[in-house]
């Protein structure tokens, strides 16, 4: 048996057979790496080899099937070092040919939504009618079941026995052992396999809701029918009944936590909506503008400071829910520190849940809080009606210097231009000077000089409007000043322009 050949995947150095390459190579690196290391490089070589070449053989194979460009071995031998835990790269694939159908589907959807809610609607109407008419004594059952059948076809159109001779649900044929129904909120025919009946309790909570009357959700079940009381229904009217009662109860099932957070919420994000409006509001009046009134400023701060109440008020509530939890917390933190610490580690789980309870409550109130000190405090407050016109008058004031002060800028400038025009035109002196460029007729030393082109004579001048007359002086100013790139004074000129332009806009007015 000693010449015997072995056959399988076999240790070089043991001999013992592995079974498959990963726990050959496990064992040899695990039990002989330190014995022969030239052999254990030799064996990895082997491996790798091996496996190139199982590789190639099997791109050989996938090549001609794959459709598109042929995967190499390298490809296959990135996957397989995928596979063991390493790294790999691959080239970026083509994205292909697509389309949305989002538009589509939400056409489709507001139209199933729409018609839905209309169908929902309808059918909670009638039972609101129904429920009428059952409570008045007009459809009572228990003295004329005629009397009531006729109160519920006022109500809606029954279809015609004679037209229907299968269930509209089951399809099955009516017959003496199957009747005929009538769903009294959409008056189809059914079978009584496929109607369902609902309760009185179970409807007068379900309108009661739907209307806002009551701010508790409708049960959810359909608690004891009685076929001789309720009303019977066909399976579509139930289960729309059914879905806005589940609904309803969604609504109204919030925890009162969530619904104290969900309504400081909404009073922050009023307040987020209102607040640029009465800083731009509040700014300009305390600047003495006419833009807005005081009134208006007023009725949005009066919305403003009711929205902060609301949110003090809701993260009050929020944090007295918790109050008697915090105080049984400090009683079992002083019974911690008189009682043993066995008896103190029982307890930790518990306080641990309350400490963490607790602390939400108080971190929505600190939210709250921070919240108010950010907005509330920092609001500015809006001048009486007194101080306002005292506001306004004083900007009426500056803006009057100011145009006096353009008006005397304007007269020193005709007083120069009179002067040039009245000198003699040609002299020796002016004929030998040569003409100064505009780059150099404003230098920072000298100043910005007037510039009036309109002007020929000292007649026009005394005829030129002031006004039209310092408008052209600022222009050439602005000119000046661009030209020798004083930026800053040209946004200073560029004011003041303004303000001329909008003078005279006024006197053409009047």
Not at 233 to 257: E, I, M, N, V, W
Not at 269 to 296: C, D, F, K
Not at 324 to 333: L, N, R, V
Request: with cysteine.
């Amino acid at each position: 048996m000693e010449d015997s050949v072995k056959e399988g995947l076999i240790c070089p150095i043991c001999h013992e057979d592995q079974r498959n390459v990963v726990n050959l190579q496990r064992h040899y690196e695990e039990a002989h790496s330190s014995e022969d290391k030239a052999g254990f490089q030799a064996l990895k070589g082997f491996f790798g080899k091996a496996k190139r070449r199982l590789l190639a053989i099997g791109d050989e194979k996938i090549a001609p099937t794959s459709g598109g460009s042929p995967r190499s071995s390298q490809a296959l031998a990135d996957g397989a070092a995928a596979g063991a835990g390493v790294d790999v790269h691959f080239e970026p694939q083509e994205f292909g040919f697509s389309r949305s159908y989002l538009r589509q589907f939400k056409k489709i959807r507001e139209d199933h939504v729409k018609r839905t809610v209309i169908e929902t609607n309808t059918k909670i109407i009638r039972l609101e009618k129904m429920l009428k008419g059952i409570r008045s004594g007009e459809a009572d059952t228990k003295s004329d079941s005629k009397k009531r059948k006729v109160f519920e076809q006022s109500i809606v159109q029954w279809a015609a026995d004679n037209s229907v001779n299968t269930c509209l649900f089951c399809e099955r044929n009516f017959g003496m052992l199957r009747r005929k129904h009538h769903c009294r909120l959409c008056g189809k025919v059914i079978c009584n396999s496929c109607s369902e009946f609902i309760s009185l309790s179970f409807a007068a909570s379900l309108a009661e809701t739907a209307k806002g009357a009551s701010g508790k959700a409708p049960v959810g079940e359909n608690v004891d029918p009685n076929p001789d009381t309720d009303i019977r229904t066909c399976l579509a009217c139930f289960g729309l009944l059914l879905r806005r009662s589940s609904q309803l109860h969604d609504k109204y099932s919030k925890s009162p936590l969530v619904q104290l957070y969900d309504r400081m919420m909404l009073a922050m994000q009023e307040v987020h909506n209102l607040e640029p409006r009465y800083l731009a509001m509040a700014e300009s009046l305390i600047a003495g503008e006419q833009t807005h009134s005081l009134s208006m400023a007023q009725d949005l701060k009066h919305r403003l400071i009711k929205q902060f109440e609301l949110i003090d008020q809701a993260s009050k509530r929020i944090l007295a829910m918790v109050q008697p939890a915090i105080q049984q917390q400090e009683q079992k933190q002083q019974q911690k520190a008189q009682k043993g610490k066995a008896k103190a580690e029982a307890n930790d789980q518990v306080s641990n849940v309350s400490e963490r309870h607790i602390k939400l409550h108080m971190q929505i109130r600190a939210f709250a809080g921070g919240f108010l000190q950010d907005h509330m405090v920092t609001m500015p407050s809006l001048p009486d009606p007194q101080k306002l016109k005292m506001l306004q008058a004083e900007r009426a004031r500056r803006a009057e210097e100011k145009a006096q002060r353009d008006r005397e800028v304007a007269q020193r400038a005709m007083e120069q231009r009179r002067l040039e025009l009245e000198r003699p035109t040609s002299t020796p002196s002016s004929a030998a000077v040569s003409p100064v460029p505009p780059e150099e007729a404003a230098a920072p030393s000298v100043g910005w000089q007037p510039k009036v082109t309109a002007l020929v004579n000292a007649a026009d001048i005394d005829q030129q409007d002031p006004l039209l007359l310092q408008r052209d002086v600022l222009r050439g100013y602005i000119e000046q000043a661009r030209k020798a790139k004083k930026f800053d004074e040209v946004q200073a000129l560029e004011s003041s322009l303004k303000d001329i332009e909008a003078e005279i806009a006024r006197s053409k007015k009047l």
